[in-house]
């Protein structure tokens, strides 16, 4: 199979909403433009200044009807739509303090109500990442077509969140990928770390209801619940589905 990049996937706003690019321009030392920009923080919040960790925000391994938000972003007047099965649409400005109370209303029968309970919307000045790094999520269409074999189901990309994933790799090599570089179109990801999954991926993004054993699944057949990297951009350029990668 050609290593190919078959997506590109933005998260506005963290843990609310998926959005799909056909390409984008990444930058060196930063984030996938406009990927987490926003986070909500709920009612037991302990947040620093700047990136705060995920256990500050309302997101889908506490709450997992989230994970059936998809959302779309206006770049040009940071203007997010929200839509969910259950809730409907709704479109607002999250940077608007005056459209918060609307939003919460629409968001907050998805929350749990013995779950701390969602409060404001913040952002960091790059995105609120599930780590300190300033990191893409980098993931293959081979490891996930072999964790849905062994686990006798179809799993969809979008309960991982990824922002890339690559076509073309053999199932699960790019676990020994830590410390490479992986060039896709005009730009370089350097790889840092596998990623640790949490519960919000046994969540059934159509849905927003629990209907996978991923992380069981993850433990039982390879010992850990690792799925996809991080790497962080350090050639800038831009990438769009359909370009090839290579590891240098």
């Known amino acids: 199979m050609t290593a190919l990049l078959a997506q590109i996937c933005r998260h506005p706003i963290k843990g609310h909403g ?13 984030c996938l433009a406009w990927d987490r920009h926003w986070a909500v923080a709920h009612d037991a919040a302990k947040l620093v200044e700047g990136w705060n960790r995920c256990v500050n925000f309302a997101r889908g391994a506490k709450a997992p009807a989230l994970m059936a938000i998809t959302s779309s972003l206006d770049e040009a007047t940071a203007t997010v739509t929200l839509h969910h099965p259950d809730r409907g649409e ?15 209303e629409w968001v907050t029968p998805l929350n749990p109500p013995d779950r701390a309970q969602p409060v404001a919307i913040v952002k960091a000045g790059r995105g609120m990442t599930d780590t300190p790094l300033p990191a893409l999520s980098i993931l293959s269409t081979a490891s996930l077509a072999d964790l849905s074999s062994k686990m006798g189901q179809p799993l969809s990309r979008d309960r991982w969140r990824g922002n890339l994933w690559l076509d073309g790799a053999e199932p699960w090599a790019e676990l020994d990928w830590i410390g490479k570089h992986l060039a896709i179109g005009g730009a370089v990801l350097k790889i840092e770390e596998r990623i640790e999954r949490c519960s919000a991926t046994t969540v059934d993004p159509e849905t927003g209801k629990v209907n996978a054993p991923t ?18 951009v350090v050639e800038s350029g831009p990438i769009a589905v359909g370009d090839e990668w290579r590891l240098a």
């Open 215 to 232: 992380l069981n699944a993850l433990n039982t057949h390879f010992g850990h619940q690792d799925f996809g990297l991080y790497g962080v």
């Open 18 to 30: 998926r959005e799909t690019l056909a390409s984008v321009r990444l930058l060196a030392g930063e």
């Open 90 to 104: 709704m479109t607002f400005r999250p940077d608007d303090p005056a459209d918060l109370p609307r939003f919460l």
